[in-house]
C-alpha cells in the first residue's frame, strides 16, 4: 500500500502562482505512472497533469502552459508548479498513482486508473 501526501494548497487571487508537493512513502515511486488530479464542487475529478513509467508528460489543455509538472525520484516527490492562476482553477486537488503503464493519453483521461489516491489539497483563486 502506498501512502501519498499532499501539501501545498490555498488561497490565492488570479494570476498568482502555487507549488503543490506529493510525497510517496514507497521508494520504487520512480516506476510508478503518477499525476495530479482535481475535483470542483458538483463536478468529476479530472486529469490536470500525469507522468508515466517512461517520463512521458501530458496536460490537461486548460493548464498549457500555466502548469507544469515534475517529480524528484530521489525524494519521492511529485510537484505541481501552477502560475497564472484562473478561478476556474479552484477545485481539491489529489495527487494519483499507479504502477501500470498508460500510453498515450489513457490515464489523463482516465483518473479512475489510479491505484492510490492522497488525501486532497484545496486551491482557491479569487477573482
Known amino acids: 500500500q502506498v501512502q501519498l501526501v499532499e501539501s501545498g494548497g490555498g488561497s490565492v487571487q488570479s494570476g498568482g502562482s502555487l507549488r503543490l508537493s506529493c510525497v510517496a512513502s514507497d521508494n520504487s515511486y520512480s516506476r510508478y505512472s503518477a499525476g495530479w488530479f482535481r475535483q470542483a464542487p458538483g463536478k468529476e475529478r479530472e486529469g490536470v497533469a500525469t507522468?508515466?513509467?517512461?517520463?512521458?508528460?501530458r496536460y490537461a489543455d486548460s493548464v498549457k502552459d500555466r502548469f507544469t509538472i515534475s517529480r524528484d525520484n530521489a525524494r519521492n516527490r511529485l510537484y505541481l508548479q501552477m502560475s497564472s492562476l484562473k478561478p476556474e482553477d479552484t477545485a481539491m486537488y489529489y495527487c494519483?498513482?499507479?504502477?501500470?503503464?498508460?500510453?498515450?493519453?489513457?490515464?489523463?483521461?482516465?483518473?479512475?486508473?489510479?491505484?492510490?489516491w492522497g488525501q486532497g489539497t484545496q486551491v482557491t483563486v479569487s477573482s
Open positions: 507522468v508515466d513509467t517512461v517520463g512521458s508528460i
Open positions: 494519483g498513482a499507479t504502477p501500470l503503464y498508460y500510453s498515450g493519453g489513457d490515464y489523463l483521461a482516465r483518473p479512475s486508473l489510479s491505484r492510490y
